[in-house]
């Protein structure tokens, strides 16, 4: 069973960076893994920022948006999301998936974690 933490989240100000981590725990490096990162702020609908697919080799990253890094600790077993310059709409509920599907290609996520909120103070 794939468990996903999510953690560094908190009231950034607007034009900061931050760095969120996702702690995976429980899946199996020999089958193809995906993981991803969402977010979702009130009254909005969760909104995909982007993916590393995994194939047992090296991964690489499908769709990143503009301010947003997603990179991965292999020693860790960590995913992180660094998003530089906030924007007062960048607060939401962040939240990290995972996938361990057959593959090619990742979704539907059917591992999510609990969340991290970030809130951004102009």
């Known amino acids: 069973q794939v468990q996903l933490v999510e953690s560094g989240g908190g009231t950034v100000q607007a034009g900061s960076s931050l760095r969120l981590s996702c702690a995976a725990s429980?899946?199996?490096?020999?089958?193809?893994?995906?993981m991803a990162w969402f977010r979702q702020a009130p009254g909005n609908e969760r909104e995909g920022i982007g993916e590393i697919e995994f194939d047992g080799s090296a991964p690489y990253t499908n769709s990143v948006k503009g301010r947003f890094t997603i990179s991965r600790d292999n020693a860790k077993n960590t995913l992180y999301l660094l998003i530089d310059s906030l924007k007062p709409e960048d607060a939401a509920m962040y939240y990290c998936?995972?996938?361990?599907?057959?593959?090619?290609?990742?979704?539907?996520?059917?591992?999510w974690g609990q969340g991290t909120q970030v809130t951004v103070s102009s």
């Open positions: 998936a995972a996938d361990q599907g057959v593959g090619p290609g990742c979704g539907p996520y059917n591992y």
């Open positions: 429980g899946y199996s490096y020999s089958r193809h893994f995906c």
